[in-house]
Structures are given as structure tokens and as C-alpha cells.
């Protein structure tokens, strides 16, 4: 099984451009990166100064196979949905039909330099893990400078 590699910024200074932001957030993804394995659908909202992230992962066990870390400056999430109806490639190849990806995932987000692992908390509910990051956006409003004559 393979791995899906995803980098991304949880947190930025204004400047809103959604074209931009779609973008830069979910990055190209390359033919290899969608055939190796899955990618959850993930959405990022803000709440007040807290980043909310909300990672869909239907069917997936998250007490075996999900681990949420704070890792040198990034929130990590990671793990594997695995097919629990297909013991071997056997079953597996006498389907008609799959539109669902079984595989391993990989999901990493910069956190703001102000922001530790005391701050993350994660919870589990119909299919939709909710990872909430107090503080992120602390501080993210743009401060004004005076200009002096002289």
C-alpha cells in the first residue's frame, strides 16, 4: 500500500483570493498521487480565533488506524481505510463495481509558530473526524502602522 502525501497551510495573513486559496491549499494532484492510495476530502473553517478541520473518513475504525500529531510545527493526520469485506485480492477482483479507495493516507498542515500540541484536540463522529486547533488564528489580523511626517 501506498502513501498519499499532502502538505498544506492551516493557517495564512489575509489577502483572500479563492482561486489562490483552492490552489495553494489542495495542490496539484499528479495521476500517482490519486491511484496510490486515498485522499479524504478535507475542510478548514474558522471559528473565532480556532482553526476547525474536518476530515471525512467513512468507514474507517479511528481508534486502530487514524493518529492525529503535532510533529515539528505540523498537524499530522494519518491512516488507513481498510476494504473489511475482502479477506484477499480474490474477492476483491470478482467485483463489478468500486467507486470506494482503500488505501493509507497522509494529511499535514503548517501550525502558526504560537501554536502547541496542548492546543489540538480531535473527535469522532458519523464518519467525520473533527480536529480543532485553539488559538490558530490568533494574532492573524493584519495591524496597522502609523506613518510619521517629519
Known sequence: MSTV??????????AFD????????????????WAAGINPAVEVDRDGEDAVIRVDLPGVDVAKDVTVEVDQGRLVIRGERRDMKVEDDTERAGRKV???RYGSFHRSFRLPSHVSGDA????????VLTVRVAGAHKGAEPQRVAIESR
Open 5 to 14: 502525501l499532502n502538505n498544506k497551510a492551516l493557517w495564512r495573513r489575509p
Open 120 to 127: 489540538v484536540s480531535a473527535g469522532y463522529e458519523a464518519g
Open 98 to 100: 468500486s467507486e470506494v
Open 18 to 33: 479563492t482561486d489562490r486559496f483552492v490552489r495553494e491549499f489542495f495542490g496539484p494532484a499528479t495521476a500517482g498521487e
